[in-house]
């Protein structure tokens, strides 16, 4: 399963981190993610990263989050800045994990909020 933390309420132009951690049976994780979802909009990608590295940025955050993660600790991060109002949304760590040779899974997690005060 995917555990995120690290949401909460911040000013306009300020920062958080986001962490997800995983757990259980896993094997290995290929491509990790962070989505958002806002009231009323559909689900959309933040960022994505594999074992090699990210992946380019949607307009709309780049040069403001950084994507990363720890292998070892089978843990993806994404540190926000100069955050905008239009931010507020739900964040959601995505993974592909391999429980198994042969078995690889997708898993969301739960969602952390983020709001953004203009």
């Known amino acids: 399963q995917l555990v995120e933390s690290g949401g909460g309420l911040v000013q306009a132009g300020g920062s958080l981190r986001l962490s997800c951690t995983a757990s259980?049976?896993?094997?290995?994780?290929?491509?990790m993610g962070w989505y958002r979802q806002a009231p009323g909009k559909q689900r959309e990608l933040v960022a994505t990263i594999t074992r090699g590295g990210s992946t380019p940025y949607p307009d709309s955050v780049k040069g403001r989050f950084t994507i990363s993660r720890d292998n070892a600790e089978n843990a993806l991060y994404l540190q926000m800045n100069s955050l905008k109002p239009e931010d507020t949304a739900v964040y959601y760590c995505?993974?592909?994990?391999?429980?198994?040779?042969?078995?690889?899974?997708?898993?969301w997690g739960q969602g952390t909020q983020v709001t953004v005060s203009s």
């Open positions: 259980g049976s896993i094997l290995g994780i290929n491509t």
């Open positions: 995505n993974a592909d994990i391999w429980e198994s040779i042969g078995a690889l899974r997708n898993y």
